[in-house]
């Protein structure tokens, strides 16, 4: 299947029912497998609890077939890419709760967006001068996995029903195509196929570099993830501040998994997380999006 084929059409289904449907296949026909030896690709081999909520998921999830563990670096291209691919479909269909012309796109730096354009002059100023590198960093032009961007509006379309702008107000406001041509970063998505290690919590340091560092408003910022862990969940979803909100790949499958084991520890863990308000299914992101 065709990583634009997401969506597999359905009369009497929701959108974001055949969307999720899609997303699920789509990381089901090449990533989230079952390896011949029973250990699915999501899995920590070192983990007892890990091992069998992960098998337990992904056949929840459909798919018994065997497959190869992907390298980390291209299991999560892949990942980065379905994400892309779901919010590219859903997107769009949400206008009557959000309206605006909202783009996707991977791995893009944040100085080509309005709130974080200054950033270049600061990296052109740092490459020229390699002292001012040392004393500032190079760690604030990051690269977010999938962005959501708003464009800015033409007058000819914020007028559409009253005449609300001229050119003797709303001069600075970047939301207009007269003052600013610069797409507005409206989401920052970290994806982070499994959280295995500290590099996970990178998602944190982006974070808060798009918090310190913007001149505007701050765009939503989350994370998804397929961990099958709460505990390894817990090390991002818990706290606020820095994340809007961790989102699973596949939360309602994963707590019958968990239930199902009888991990009881770990189901009370997800439970506070999701009460809490810090971890929700993929479902859920796009309209999270919308607001």
């Not at 059409?9 to 990533?31: C, E, I, K, W």
């Not at 798919?63 to 999560?76: H, K, M, S, T």
Request: net charge negative; proline share 4%; aromatic share 4%.
């Amino acid at each position: 299947m065709a990583d634009d084929e997401l969506i597999l059409a359905a009369a009497d289904d929701a959108l974001l029912v055949t969307a999720r449907r899609g997303f699920h296949a789509a990381l089901l026909s090449n990533q989230l497998q079952i390896a011949a030896d029973g250990i699915a690709s999501i899995a920590d081999r070192g983990s007892k609890a890990s091992v069998a909520i992960s098998a337990n998921l992904v056949r929840r999830l459909g798919n018994e077939a065997e497959g190869a563990r992907l390298a980390g670096q291209v299991a999560g291209a892949k990942f980065e890419t379905q994400v892309e691919t779901l919010l590219k479909n859903v997107m769009p269909k949400l206008a009557i709760l959000r309206c605006g012309d909202f783009r996707v796109f991977r791995n893009s730096a944040i100085t080509l967006y309005e709130q974080y354009e200054h950033l270049a002059a600061i990296e052109a100023a740092t490459e020229e001068h390699p002292a001012l590198k040392v004393a500032l960093g190079a760690d604030y032009i990051i690269k977010p996995d999938v962005v959501v961007v708003r464009m800015p509006e033409p007058d000819e379309t914020i007028n559409t029903g009253a005449l609300i702008v001229d050119g003797t107000v709303a001069n600075h406001t970047s939301i207009r195509r007269a003052n600013n041509l610069k797409p507005i970063l409206h989401a920052s998505v970290s994806c982070k196929w499994t959280l295995r290690s500290d590099r996970a919590q990178n998602a944190r340091s982006e974070a808060l570099n798009l918090i310190r560092n913007r001149k505007g408003r701050l765009p939503h910022t989350v994370v998804v993830t397929a961990e099958p862990t709460p505990g390894r969940i817990a090390s991002l979803a818990l706290g606020t501040g820095d994340l809007d909100c961790v989102y699973h790949i596949a939360l309602p499958e994963l707590r019958a998994a968990i239930e199902e084991l009888g991990y009881e520890d770990s189901l009370d863990l997800l439970d506070t997380m999701i009460d809490g308000k810090r971890l929700r299914d993929i479902s859920d992101l796009p309209l999270d999006l919308a607001v």
